[in-house]
């Protein structure tokens, strides 16, 4: 396997763990002195969205509950599905709202089942009846993926993991491994790369965050051991796993835009907020900052905030109101909790 050696390469990946003057840097957009936690007490809160009333919907990955949050007020739960089989790092993961939630009351949620992950949607319930959008997703105890979101395109797009057989990445047949783009009822977009396929790009080993600015999509990449990612995602485009792990430098791979080593990262969910792409890490406990540059790349090395503040770190994601959300991770198996986790937290926008 060919790994990452450039210096530049090195020097990101050292940047430091808060914020600087540097020239470039990524400048906080949010006052991480002003936290309000929002919940308390969760068990491995993984997926998050929001509804149109600001309220926000998170899923609890072994016991398939579904909360809804609203600042100042306590969690209740709307929905538990069946059919969830949590086990590793399975279970029910991601979550998206419906852009036309007002009308037809769409939830979508990407979780293990028994034989694979697989996205259903559903109006909340109780014991909600599951319709089922995507199926035959690879499954294995580790790199499930599971994030989902709907892009600006009113399309729903997934990050899928290589279910550990690093074949599946490379594969086009497989939907492991790869992002996918669909239509709200799982069809194949008419302008997806390959007729009839939902693959929209190749060459990944466990994508469980992305998001969009200034119409561009970008998203987070676990490595093995050496080198984690947030990648430029262009339709189409083979992202080199197996083969490469960082940067490849050959024409037949996309490179990353950045690098860290996997003691810093293991970045999992992520999103744009104005010229900053955000990355919650899980192992590197914090957030990073990544400066965009607006036409696809980066202005500057990431820097960090939060470091070791709330420990594993799984999504984060910006509200309606501004506001950003993250969610902890320290109840997962992997981290050490604190006598209140795990938590939901939020951060606001700093004044103009």
Same mark, same amino acid.
């Given at each position: 396997m060919r790994l990452r050696a450039l210096v530049l390469g090195i020097a990101l990946s050292l940047a430091p763990l808060t914020a600087d003057a540097a020239a470039g840097a990524a400048d906080p957009e949010f006052d991480f002195t002003a936290p309000d936690v929002v919940a308390t007490g969760l068990t491995a809160p993984w997926g998050l969205a929001f509804l149109p009333d600001g309220s926000a919907l998170v899923s609890e990955r072994d016991s398939a509950?579904?909360?809804?949050?609203?600042?100042?007020?306590?969690?209740?739960?709307?929905?538990?599905?069946?059919?969830?089989?949590?086990?590793?790092?399975?279970?029910?993961?991601?979550?998206?709202?419906?852009?036309?939630?007002?009308?037809?009351?769409?939830?979508?949620?990407?979780?293990?089942?028994?034989?694979?992950?697989?996205?259903?949607?559903?109006?909340?319930?109780a014991t909600p009846t599951q319709e089922v959008v995507v199926a035959g997703i690879p499954k294995a105890s580790v790199h499930n993926g599971g994030r989902i979101h709907f892009g600006p395109d009113g399309k729903l797009y997934a990050g899928t993991g290589d279910a550990a057989q690093t074949g599946n990445a490379q594969n086009p047949a497989s939907l492991g491994g790869k992002i996918l /783009?669909?239509?709200?009822?799982?069809?194949?977009?008419?302008?997806?790369?390959?007729?009839?396929?939902?693959?929209?790009?190749?060459?990944?080993?466990?994508?469980?965050?992305?998001?969009?600015?200034?119409?561009?999509?970008?998203? %987070?990449?676990?490595?093995?051991?050496?080198?984690?990612?947030?990648?430029?995602?262009?339709?189409?485009?083979?992202?080199?796993?197996?083969?490469?792990?960082?940067?490849?430098?050959?024409?037949?791979?996309?490179?990353?835009?950045? %690098?860290?080593?996997?003691?810093?990262?293991?970045?999992?969910?992520? %999103?744009?907020?104005?010229? %900053?792409?955000?990355?919650?890490?899980?192992?590197?406990? /914090?957030?990073?900052?990544?400066?965009?540059?607006?036409?696809?790349?980066?202005?500057?090395?990431?820097?960090?905030?939060l470091a070791a503040a709330y420990g594993r770190l799984r999504e984060v994601a910006v509200a309606p109101d501004g506001h950003l959300w993250i969610l902890t991770s320290n109840r997962d198996g992997r981290g050490t909790p604190a006598p209140d986790d795990d938590r939901v937290i939020r951060f606001p926008a700093r004044a103009p």
């Open positions: 509950r579904i909360l809804r949050l609203t600042p100042g007020s306590p969690a209740t739960e709307v929905a538990r599905l069946t059919g969830v089989q949590p086990a590793g790092e399975g279970g029910l993961l991601g979550l998206a709202v419906s852009p036309a939630y007002a009308e037809d009351g769409y939830v979508y949620a990407y979780y293990t089942a028994a034989s694979d992950n697989r996205i259903v949607r559903f109006k909340p319930a /783009r669909l239509n709200p009822d799982g069809g194949v977009p008419s302008d997806n790369p390959t007729p009839s396929s939902l693959v929209y790009t190749l060459g990944h080993r466990n994508v469980q965050g992305f998001g969009w600015g200034g119409g561009h999509m970008y998203a %987070t990449e676990f490595g093995q051991n050496t080198w984690d990612e947030v990648n430029h995602i262009t339709a189409g485009s083979n992202y080199g796993w197996p083969e490469v792990e960082g940067d490849g430098g050959e024409p037949t791979y996309r490179d990353p835009l950045v %690098t860290w080593s996997t003691s810093q990262a293991s970045p999992s969910g992520g %999103t744009v907020a104005g010229d %900053t792409f955000y990355a919650a890490a899980l192992r590197g406990t /914090r957030l990073w900052l990544v400066p965009l540059d607006g036409g696809g790349g980066t202005s500057g090395p990431p820097t960090a905030e």
